[in-house]
């Protein structure tokens, strides 16, 4: 097996690699941060804040007593409170026992319940609200679409027709009038597979009747990274003109030939410019997440497309935009989860479920194809690292909050002795799953 294959060709390996240690260290970052924070403020000492593992390369002590560092090793990091044995927060019963009951309060051993289940939640819900936060700086910077059927910007891309300018209202298309945006795009999607379509639009104050592109073309918006079509070379602004000689006319009429292609190599001619390039690759089955629920599984190749032209946007104000931020985290949660159980249940596949190659890949080709995509990947993770770091699997916080909640419960915390067998247990987990992972990284492609 090449390792190397995994990634996006071996010139662009130091791009991957500094892409996937900037996402982790940010990730990892936010997350210490919260359990820091919420730490201080909840009475809790922290001794040392690090970035990475291993030999020191900076460090300096802040006015509260806390070193900051940044480590060697850029692969995680660390909290380590008063009375931590280890950056894992193991026990250090004989510093501790060196503490007067006043500094032992300032320990995480020593804290009440209410302040460590505070600190240990703090971490994943730092990273959901950054996530929160970035998803929300997209809606505000990029701004959402309104709900009227309004031409916002034009694309350039060839076809026979009259254009669609700025400013356009369609008030009918194909003889069916629209009042909505979103009745536009439904009829746009019912339509057969054709060159051009029939507007009716409003035009500096007057009706015309145009021949215009079809509202679905068959041009690449965007290339999702790892897919068959970003491997084959496939680029945004591309235009499918064929699929092994037929004729394509439509992004649906494409989406069914792949669909139907039951994993057939197949080659795709585009048009990027005035160039005609024949493209071989071979559609994946890909198991996707469905609105309602569940997941279907089909066969794609990696492209998403859009309306011909980009609907006239709004600045969403502070609220909503917030709004928009948390719903984009609840999706990532809900379609994780769902994914999770589903590959546990066998309805889907686990190969599904990626490991440290996998996720730098991903994260070298986002970064390859702009600052925007790879923040968005960022804020993706974040909310994956957060819900992962939630399960009830010891040694992750989720665990920690078991324990804290058989504390609260049975007015005792369990057992040393069982506590050490559980850590043990959940570690075991955590690693099989991080090499299975790394099976899927190598074996399913």
Same mark, same amino acid.
């Given at each position: 097996?090449?390792i190397?294959?995994?990634?996006p060709?071996?010139?662009?390996?130091?791009?991957?690699?500094?892409?996937?240690?900037?996402a982790?260290?940010?990730?990892?970052?936010?997350?210490?941060?919260?359990?820091y924070?919420?730490?201080?403020?909840?009475g809790?000492h922290?001794?040392?804040?690090?970035?990475g593992?291993?030999?020191?390369l900076l460090?300096?002590?802040?006015?509260?007593?806390?070193?900051?560092q940044l480590a060697?090793?850029?692969f995680?990091?660390?909290?380590?409170?008063?009375?931590d044995?280890d950056a894992?927060s193991?026990?250090?019963?004989?510093?501790?026992?060196?503490?007067?009951?006043?500094?032992?309060?300032?320990t995480?051993h020593?804290?009440?319940?209410?302040?460590r289940?505070a600190?240990v939640?703090?971490?994943?819900?730092?990273?959901?609200i950054f996530s929160?936060l970035?998803?929300?700086?997209?809606?505000?910077?990029?701004g959402i679409?309104?709900d009227?059927?309004l031409?916002?910007?034009?694309k350039?891309?060839p076809?026979d027709?009259?254009?669609?300018?700025?400013?356009?209202?369609?008030?009918?298309?194909?003889?069916t009038?629209?009042?909505t945006?979103?009745?536009?795009?439904a009829?746009?999607?019912a339509?057969p597979?054709a060159?051009?379509?029939?507007?009716?639009v409003?035009?500096?104050?007057?009706?015309?009747e145009?021949?215009g592109p079809?509202p679905?073309?068959?041009?690449?918006d965007?290339v999702?990274?790892k897919?068959?079509?970003?491997?084959?070379?496939? !680029?945004?602004?591309?235009l499918v003109?064929?699929?092994?000689?037929?004729?394509?006319?439509?992004?649906?009429?494409?989406?069914?030939i792949v669909?139907?292609s039951?994993?057939?190599?197949?080659? !795709?001619?585009?048009?990027?410019?005035?160039?005609l390039l024949?493209?071989?690759?071979t559609?994946?089955?890909v198991?996707?997440?469905?609105r309602?629920?569940?997941?279907?599984?089909?066969?794609?190749?990696?492209?998403?497309?859009?309306l011909?032209?980009?609907?006239?946007l709004?600045t969403?104000?502070v609220?909503e935009?917030l709004g928009?931020?948390?719903?984009?985290?609840?999706?990532v949660?809900?379609?994780?989860?769902?994914? !999770?159980w589903?590959?546990i249940?066998?309805?889907?596949?686990?190969?599904?479920l990626?490991?440290?190659?996998?996720?730098?890949?991903?994260?070298?080709?986002?970064?390859s194809q702009?600052i925007?995509?790879?923040?968005?990947?960022?804020?993706?993770?974040s909310?994956?690292v957060?819900?992962?770091?939630? !399960?009830?699997?010891?040694?992750?916080?989720g665990?920690?909050l078991?324990?804290?909640?058989?504390?609260a419960v049975?007015?005792?915390p369990?057992?040393d002795?069982m506590?050490?067998?559980?850590m043990?247990?959940g570690l075991?987990v955590?690693?099989?799953?991080?090499?299975?992972g790394?099976?899927?990284d190598?074996?399913?492609?």
């Open positions: 097996m090449d190397l294959a995994l990634m060709g071996f010139g662009n390996l130091a791009l991957t690699v500094l892409a996937f240690v900037l982790l260290s940010i990730i990892v970052a936010v997350h210490e941060y919260g359990h924070i919420v730490g201080r403020w909840s809790i922290a001794e040392v804040f690090s970035l593992f291993g030999p020191v460090s300096r002590v802040d006015r509260h007593g806390t070193r900051w060697a090793l850029p995680g990091g660390y909290v380590k409170f008063l009375g044995a894992a193991g026990k250090d019963d004989e510093a501790i026992g060196r503490l007067s009951p006043a500094e032992r309060r300032h995480m020593g804290a009440p319940l209410w302040a289940a600190t939640a703090a971490g994943p819900v730092f990273n959901f929160a970035v998803f929300a700086g997209f809606f505000w910077v990029s679409a309104t009227e059927p031409v916002g910007k034009t350039a891309f076809y027709g009259q254009p669609l300018l700025p400013g356009d209202r369609i008030l009918a298309l194909e003889g009038p629209v009042t945006l979103e009745e536009l795009m009829r746009g999607n339509l597979p060159p051009n379509a029939d507007y009716r409003l035009r500096d104050g007057a009706e015309q145009i021949i079809h679905y073309p068959a041009l690449v965007s999702q990274p897919s068959a079509a970003d491997e084959s070379g496939i !680029l945004p602004g591309d003109r064929a699929i092994d000689g037929t004729a394509v006319q439509s992004f649906g009429q494409m989406r069914e669909g139907a039951e994993g057939r190599t197949m080659v !795709l001619t585009v048009q990027r410019g005035s160039e024949d493209l071989s690759l559609p994946r089955r198991d996707l997440p469905l309602e629920g569940g997941f279907e599984t089909r066969w794609l190749i990696g492209l998403t497309g859009g011909a032209f980009g609907p006239e709004r969403p104000g609220a935009g928009l931020g948390v719903q984009q985290v609840g999706l949660a809900r379609t994780s989860l769902s994914g !999770l589903h590959m249940t066998g309805a889907i596949s686990s190969c599904n990626q490991g440290p190659l996998g996720i730098a890949e991903a994260t070298g080709t986002a970064a702009g925007d995509s790879f923040i968005w990947l960022v804020a993706l993770l909310a994956a957060g819900l992962m770091n939630l !399960l009830p699997v010891p040694v992750l916080d665990g920690h078991v324990f804290y909640a058989w504390e049975m007015r005792r369990p057992s002795a506590l050490q067998r559980l043990s247990l075991i955590v690693l099989a799953t991080m090499a299975f790394l099976t899927n190598l074996f399913c492609r």
